[in-house]
């Protein structure tokens, strides 16, 4: 275990706090709603949902991180335009938590930055994610509906190495012309989440383990990532029968863990009904982390 020399910055979203040293301060757990085939979702083109539903599995999942002392966030998947004021009032309405925009289309994401601000919860959003691929349109809109929040995806599909990312951070790398961060910065992000990209299995996920240990140490800023999707691209993953599926989720909760234990700030860990046994495995890790670091201060 360790602590890192660069002062570690933690700062509150939507009363929710991101980021510090190693063992120093509980992580935040990050769960995704209306998700593709999520069943409470009725109609995706309209944003109608069941709303009862979603009341429950938001209030177990803010419940039990409350009662294990753990922030957690939702993370909400918006694909079509005609539902982003739908869901984003469904949501805002159930919890006074950080919001994480995501969707495949920028257009959705423009659209609901839009609606953020109209309904005056912009300060609640962070935006997911901010890349290579990111248009000027996305960067400017940010400024526009006054979002200062972000992830930024440390993701060079060109060198998917620890320098790979951290290049692509700190100087753009082979893809931009200035660094993630500094472009970042100058269009108004002042609370940014680094992600350092955990790909798929067979691309070498583990060296975003490596990637985060450095990004702390170098910028001191809150990083996380999404370990869990590398889970479903593990060959051993394919292929299983119902009941192996059911033994496999132990395999899914043990990437929060992981995160964790590299020392991550927050984790997202995929469909919001994974809350409670992915929450208890953070409050775990979480708890021996401290423990582990506690003779260091």
């Not at 526009?144 to 060198?159: I, K, R, T, Y």
């Not at 692509?168 to 269009?187: F, H």
């Not at 119902?242 to 590299?262: C, G, N, P, W």
């Amino acid at each position: 275990m360790y602590r890192y020399q660069k002062d570690q910055a933690c700062y509150e979203i939507s009363g929710t706090k991101f980021g510090g040293q190693p063992g120093r301060s509980p992580p935040v757990l990050i769960g995704s709603v209306f998700y593709p085939r999520h069943s409470i979702v009725a109609d995706r083109r309209n944003g109608v949902v069941d709303r009862d539903r979603l009341t429950e599995m938001v209030s177990a999942a803010e419940t039990t991180a409350s009662d294990l002392g753990l922030g957690h966030a939702l993370m909400l998947y918006l694909e079509h335009e005609d539902a982003v004021n739908s869901l984003l009032e469904a949501t805002a309405d159930l919890t006074s938590g950080p919001l994480f925009l995501d969707s495949p289309d920028p257009r959705v994401k423009l659209k609901a930055l839009q609606t953020a601000k109209d309904i005056g919860i912009n300060q609640r959003v962070v935006y997911n994610s901010l890349h290579v691929g990111s248009s000027p349109q996305e960067w400017s809109s940010l400024k526009e509906n006054q979002v200062d929040s972000a992830v930024l995806m440390a993701f060079d599909p060109g060198d998917l190495t620890v320098k790979g990312r951290i290049h692509l951070l700190d100087n753009g790398g082979r893809l931009m012309k200035r660094g993630l961060l500094e472009t970042a910065e100058e269009n108004g992000i002042k609370r940014p989440l680094i992600d350092l990209a955990a790909t798929s299995f067979d691309q070498g996920a583990g060296a975003s383990l490596r990637a985060l240990a450095v990004a702390k140490a170098k910028w001191g800023l809150p990083s996380g990532l999404a370990l869990h999707n590398t889970v479903e691209t593990w060959s051993q993953s394919k292929g299983m029968d119902d009941e192996s599926r059911k033994l496999f989720r132990h395999v899914d909760t043990s990437s929060v863990s992981i995160a964790l234990m590299a020392g991550a700030d927050w984790v997202m860990y995929g469909a919001i009904e994974s809350s409670k046994r992915c929450l208890h495995a953070a409050a775990f890790t979480s708890g021996v982390m401290a423990q582990a670091t506690s003779d260091l201060w």
